[in-house]
């Protein structure tokens, strides 16, 4: 087998291990909603998010460890790795304050910034994952755990 496909292997691997919790990633709490977002996002091997090594879809920003976007203005990530540290820092922006973001917002208001169409179902899903309620602000949910 090729290099790169046994790479492509692998990583499809660790993946599927991660998302079936047959191996797991670190227990933060932004780490519990990067795992939900990447759930929601259908991130799995072939997924567009797949391809761009961009667990959380994000839109390309110039992103530490981004090299450009796709046709969608999705961003590519170098590595998973990559992608991954940028999602988890669009999470800290969420619940630091941002010019997009707040810690008054709620989930739903939240997911309706980060999402294209489908926000009120993807707070939901997450506010499920994490044993939230959608309607909870940032500033609530940072109050339950230690962020």
């Known amino acids: 087998m090729k290099t790169e496909t046994l790479l492509y292997l692998g990583a499809g691997l660790l993946i599927a291990m991660l998302l079936l919790g047959v191996i797991s990633m670190p227990n933060t709490f932004y780490d519990r909603m990067a795992k939900a977002i990447m759930e929601f996002e259908g991130y799995f091997e072939g997924s567009i998010s797949y391809q761009n090594n961009n667990p959380g879809n994000l839109k390309f920003r110039g992103q530490a460890g981004s090299t450009g976007a796709d046709s969608q203005g999705h961003a590519i990530f170098t590595t998973f790795q990559d992608g991954y540290r940028a999602l988890i820092n669009q999470i800290r922006l969420m619940f ?11 989930l739903y208001q939240v997911f309706s910034k980060y999402a294209e169409g489908n926000s009120r179902e993807y707070a939901e899903f997450v506010a499920g994952r994490l044993g939230v309620s959608p309607q909870a602000s940032l500033q609530e949910i940072a109050g339950s755990y230690t962020v």
């Open 96 to 106: 630091g304050g941002s010019s997009i973001y707040n810690p008054t917002m709620s």
